[in-house]
């Protein structure tokens, strides 16, 4: 069991967390977003990031297609399936998408050009998720909070400021990064239940999941009892860019987070990630005390038929658990 430690994810206050690093941002970097301009800004500088191109749909294509076909100039494809995840253990107990063994991750970043004292920029086709499933793995590899970023708006906001493109592959670059992980909190299906009982457990997956009238994918229907439904497409407004943080923070709070504990699951991992990084765009969250991952999520809760489940629009009665 990994059960969350309280103290690392109180705050003094439900406000958010002003920066206190007092460093003047350089001109066109920013983290944990940055825009397509700032990207475009600091690809020729002397700190160039890295760039993963992370595109990925749920039962296909493969995004490494669109890829080849036009990306971020620099940018290297990474595989969520295959790099950015392991493969499911047997009787789906550990979720759809494991977090990666420390060499598989390793070896899709140094592929790509990563070292120890890289700045990296994630991005997708979508709403911003599966970039931060990314941004999540880099930071848990022990990369600083301020060298990592997801593009607000994605491959279409990149297209849509009308900015370079690359064609084809990335030739394999020759990067040094060790994985040293632990640098982002993670909680098993005992640790969820533990956050669900003593603070607020973020379900981000769709209000027909949550309540259990459909599950496309897992064994059973319903959340964790006591998991509240936050949707991870709420970050996003219909423009695809991300929520400013004020209007974030404004969203979690009406959903009960405040001092006490917070973690996220999803359906198998992926999506939550957006959940904890949100949390840290809000300001509800800093960068030193983020909120905890669920990694084996719902994929990994359902298939475990001695776990109860919850249906309905309510979060159900943790004290089951």
Excluded: K
Aim: hydrophobic share 40%; glycine share 14%; with cysteine.
């Amino acid at each position: 069991m990994s059960p969350p430690n309280d103290d690392p994810h109180l705050e003094p206050d439900d406000g958010p967390t002003a920066d206190r690093s007092g460093a003047a941002p350089e001109p066109g970097w920013s983290a944990p977003l940055i825009g397509p301009a700032g990207l475009a800004a600091v690809l020729d500088g002397p700190d160039r990031p890295v760039v993963l191109d992370v595109r990925w749909r749920l039962g296909g294509p493969h995004g490494r297609a669109d890829h080849l076909a036009g990306h971020v100039p620099g940018a290297g494809f990474v595989d969520l399936d295959s790099e950015l995840a392991d493969p499911q253990g047997a009787g789906g107990l550990g979720g759809r998408h494991p977090l990666p063994s420390v060499a598989r991750l390793e070896r899709a970043l140094r592929l790509c050009g990563v070292r120890a004292g890289s700045r990296v920029v994630a991005y997708d086709d979508g709403d911003g998720s599966v970039a931060a499933r990314a941004w999540w793995l880099l930071r848990w590899a022990g990369l600083p909070a301020d060298r990592v970023a997801v593009l607000d708006g994605g491959w279409a906001a990149w297209r849509a400021a009308g900015l370079p493109e690359d064609t084809g592959a990335l030739p394999p670059q020759h990067g040094t990064i060790v994985v040293r992980p632990g640098g982002m909190p993670v909680v098993d299906a005992d640790g969820a239940a533990v956050v669900a009982a003593a603070g607020v457990l973020l379900d981000a997956r769709a209000a027909v999941r949550y309540r259990g009238e459909q599950e496309p994918v897992d064994p059973r229907a319903g959340h964790v009892p006591g998991a509240v439904n936050a949707p991870f497409a709420g970050h996003v407004g219909p423009d695809g860019h991300w929520l400013p943080p004020e209007e974030l923070a404004e969203r979690f709070r009406v959903l009960g987070v405040g001092r006490g504990p917070v973690g996220a699951y999803c359906g198998s991992g992926v999506t939550a990630s957006s959940v904890v990084l949100a949390l840290e765009v809000a300001g509800l969250r800093p960068p030193d005390r983020p909120a905890v991952l669920y990694a084996g999520s719902w994929s990994d809760w359902s298939s475990d038929p001695r776990r109860p489940v919850a249906t309905g629009a309510e979060p159900g009665d943790p004290g089951q658990l």
